[in-house]
């Protein structure tokens, strides 16, 4: 079977839904991050991916999670490749959720998530609810209740982030050159002026900075300009403008790294999260 992807957006909550397959001994994803948090559920095969620092093998009816930010990669280490089914949960949406879901507790920001892998029935039962009441657009009191249902199970698996003393909350190189970039990921920075902004040399900001998140500064970069991608995409901008918009050389440019992170090209990727939205 050959690779193929199906995505849809919920209109109401700005939920994306992905059901893909993977074939075998093939690799499926670069290393990437999404500002969004990622509930999924392996349907088929052996799902291998790479996240906080260790590798994870997803088989049938394990959950995985992941927050904003955390890095991941994908790959089919078996024969028969791997299926599985994913949404793509908005801190917003989240947040309004959550509040509503514990009027009496304060999460005081957004939550965090323990294990990145579960074997947990009922999560995966609430996650395959979830999923399917989105992804087949059903009636707007079932696609409710399939995330209520959601988001009952989810909250175990869910932390509070610790409070930092004022102390530690001051911006390190790292932290100042991310703000940096996220103000400014439409420019052409270097690293010089990078470094500059930050009160260092590059040298030093490229170790910390990827200490820190990951990836060295111009590869974070990348990947923040291929989720604001996405988001114009989603409202609607044509691929070229939104290259031209983002920096990248031409709408060529930006659609190969799109598809090296997300198994889909720009175009395609629009046409469902567009076209699902105006059902």
């Known amino acids: 079977m050959s690779n193929w992807i199906n995505l849809t957006r919920d ?62 990669d994908g790959d089919a280490p078996s024969p028969d490749g ?23 507790t304060a999460w005081g920001g957004l939550p965090g998530i323990g294990r990145v892998l579960n074997d ?41 982030r610790p409070q930092q003393p004022a102390t530690l909350r001051a911006p390190s190189i790292a932290r100042q050159a991310r703000d940096y970039l ?3 990921h439409e420019h052409d920075i270097s690293l010089h002026t990078l470094a500059q902004a930050c009160g260092t040399d590059r040298f ?28 114009l995409l989603a409202a609607g901008v044509q691929p070229v403008d939104v290259a031209g918009r983002l920096g990248f050389a031409d709408q060529s440019h930006l659609g190969r790294w799109f598809l090296r992170a997300y198994g889909i090209t720009p175009g395609a990727y629009q046409q469902r999260a567009v076209g699902t939205a105006r059902r």
Not at 25 to 39: E, F, G, R, T, V
Not at 124 to 131: D, G, N, P, S
Not at 138 to 160: G, Q, Y
């Open 204 to 231: 030093r900001l490229t170790r910390e900075f990827k200490a820190a998140y990951g990836l060295a500064p111009h590869a974070w970069l990348i990947q923040l300009r291929l989720n604001r991608s996405r988001q």
């Open 182 to 184: 996220v103000a400014y």
């Open 11 to 72: 209109p109401e909550t700005d939920i994306e839904t992905l059901h893909a397959h993977f074939a075998g001994h093939a690799h499926a994803y670069d290393p990437h991050w999404h500002d969004s948090y990622l509930i999924g559920i392996t349907e088929q095969g052996v799902q291998r991916f790479n996240s906080r620092r260790a590798r994870y093998d997803s088989t049938p009816g394990k959950v995985f999670m992941l927050e904003p930010g955390d890095i991941h």
């Open 82 to 104: 791997f299926t599985y089914r994913m949404l793509y949960l908005q801190p917003a949406w989240l947040d309004r959720a959550l509040g509503e879901l514990h009027t009496d």
């Open 120 to 160: 947990d029935p009922a999560l995966a039962r609430a996650t395959l609810f979830a999923f399917n009441a989105l992804h087949q657009q059903d009636v707007r009191m079932v696609r409710e209740a399939a995330l209520d249902t959601l988001l009952e199970r989810l909250a175990a698996h869910l932390h509070r």
